[in-house]
């Protein structure tokens, strides 16, 4: 089976609010990991939501973009109601 | 209110077309909510009766209008989320749904000078027995707006559970009820 490839990890400094870093210290106290550790996975977690957030805010975009300046009868072609000019069509 | 949590959710033709041009708070908040939990899913049937009228649109259009259809096209092709296929067992499903009901239960549709032929309102109807065949069979809720429709589908298989062995019953929600 193949084996899972660790991430590549790079040093970096940061500032971080006091509040913030103590909350991490403590988690990484109570689950005897490493204060690295904790932080990467809350900024893992944090840009999974930031990815998130984009990819719906982008749906949501698309879909104005999708649907506008149609009139009513054109909606109604685009929801499949396939409306001809009286008369015009095989009745 | 359908709590988002509720799904996933089935979303007809008209249904997504209500969530995606309603300009309410409440149904573009609910939207954002539900594509937090869900992918957004429609019937291959939906994506085909979309295209077909951007298709339409654009032959009918002059050549200056075009350019707009196209970017409206592009948009809609590019947030397609889970589109659920037609297979063997929603063809079965969905040839039962149209032999109990051959007929489409409404009338064509009008509006000031333009109107519904019967053949595209069969046509359509045949496409919401697909759609509502796609539903059961995933087992998930079908989300619509047009209840007349899909009202009289959701009866037949209740009547005559025999044709659908192991499926059913067809939950249905009206899209106006989701925010």
Partial sequence: MPRKQAALKRRTTLTLPSDSLLQAQKIAHSRQVNLSTVISEVVAAGLR????RH?????????????????GD????????ILEPVGAGRR | MVDPAAGPFLFDTSAEGWLAR?????????LYAYLGLHQFSVSAVTVTERIRGYGML????????????????IAYLS???NVLPVDSAVA??????????PEAPTPPRRSHRLAESRQERLARWRFDGLIAATALVAGIPLVHNNASDFEAIRSA???????????????LIRCSLLA
Wanted: zero cysteines; glycine letters at 10%; hydrophobic letters at 45%.
């Fill in chain 1, 49 to 52: 939501l930031e990815s998130a």
């Fill in chain 1, 55 to 71: 990819r719906r805010n982008q749906i949501l975009e698309n879909y104005r973009t999708a649907f506008t300046g149609f009139s």
């Fill in chain 1, 74 to 81: 054109e909606l109604a072609i685009l929801d499949g109601v």
């Fill in chain 2, 22 to 30: 309603n300009a309410s708070a409440d149904v573009v908040r609910w």
């Fill in chain 2, 58 to 73: 654009w032959r009918r259009s002059d050549p200056g209008a075009r350019g707009r259809i196209e970017v409206a096209r």
């Fill in chain 2, 79 to 81: 947030q397609l989320g």
């Fill in chain 2, 92 to 101: 079965v499903v969905a040839g039962e749904i149209i032999a109990l009901i």
């Fill in chain 2, 157 to 171: 298989i209740e009547r005559s559970p025999e044709r659908f062995p192991g499926l059913g019953p067809l939950e």
